[in-house]
């Protein structure tokens, strides 16, 4: 069974930095691309940044302006999200989301994690 | 940007009844289309992909169909387990998704 367990959100001030992470299990970790998806309270969902199975290609949101940075260890099936310069704007659930098949990176999303609370506030 | 247009925002229907929801792409994604459930307080699950293949484990009554710009999904007789969020999505030229539609308890 196919499990993504975020963690690392909380409370930050804001111009503050937070690095979330995603462990993964279940599936060959290094053969799926994994994106981050971004969902404000009360809002949509919003695609924020992935990286392939052997982290040689990365792409994000024009949104974020640089921002974040997106990385993985496949050694530790594992997923990252370095999140710098945060906004009340980024407030929101971060999830992780697995590709549904092993090409990159046009695929949609087969398997989610539950998520993690990022509140930026002051 | 693709931008994702669902209607109705909220739809009212009773248990038993049928629900179609409506999806609209500004340009053409081919199939590239996906269609999620969200209940409150849980993650996305994914029901259709490609226009109309049903995720693994997800029941008959959820049908998908249409290409290009216009989409639909098909719930043909709710359950009282059905009452959610749907989201659409396309993942022809990156990701974007709709700003969903609620379906609600008549």
């Known amino acids: 069974e196919v499990q993504l367990l975020e963690s690392g959100g909380g409370l930050v001030q804001p111009g503050g930095s937070l690095r979330l992470s995603c462990a993964a299990s279940g599936f060959t970790f290094s053969s799926y691309a994994v994106s981050w998806v971004r969902q404000a309270p009360g809002k949509g969902l919003e695609w924020v940044s992935v990286i392939s199975g052997s982290g040689g290609s990365i792409y994000y949101a024009d949104s974020l302006r640089g921002r974040f940075t997106i990385s993985r260890d496949n050694s530790k099936n594992t997923l990252y999200l370095q999140m710098n310069s945060l906004r009340a704007e980024d407030t929101a659930v971060y999830y992780c989301?697995?590709?549904?098949?092993?090409?990159?990176?046009?695929?949609?999303?087969?398997?989610w994690g539950q998520g993690t609370l990022v509140i930026v506030s002051s | 940007e693709i931008v994702m247009t669902q209607s109705p925002a909220t739809l009212s229907v009773s248990p038993g009844e049928r629900a179609t929801l409506s999806c609209r792409a500004s340009?053409?994604?081919?199939?590239?289309l996906a269609w999620y459930q969200q209940k409150p307080g849980q993650a996305p699950r994914l029901l259709i992909y490609g226009a109309s293949t049903r995720a693994t484990g997800i029941p008959a009554r959820f049908s998908g169909s249409g290409s290009g710009t216009e989409f639909t999904l098909t719930i043909s007789s709710l359950q009282s387990e059905d009452f959610a969020v749907y989201y659409c999505q396309q993942y022809y030229s990156w990701w974007t998704f709709g700003q969903g539609t609620k379906v609600e308890i008549k």
């Open positions: 989301a697995k590709a549904g098949s092993t090409s990159c990176c046009n695929d949609y999303f087969d398997s």
């Open positions: 340009q053409s994604v081919s199939n590239n």
